[in-house]
């Protein structure tokens, strides 16, 4: 499993994991095992937002 689908997976199944990864990145990766970079920080910065607001679309909630 790449490191990548370690951090969407775990994003994906449990929310609080998800706040972490929004919040801060660098700490969500080290929670899974994932040295930060700053090209990775960057990545995940930009993309948590929409993580987050595609787990609502296909939950049936309404966006924040």
């Known amino acids: 499993m790449s490191d990548l689908h370690k951090i969407l997976t775990k994003a994906l199944n449990d929310p609080k994991y998800a706040a972490t990864l ?13 040295e ?15 993580l987050a607001k595609a787990q609502h679309c296909f939950s049936g909630q309404k966006p924040y």
Do not use: F, I, Y
């Open 36 to 50: 930060p970079t700053p090209e990775r920080t960057a990545a995940l910065s930009d993309s948590a937002s929409s």
């Open 22 to 34: 929004k919040a801060n990145p660098e700490e969500a990766m080290k929670q899974v095992g994932v």
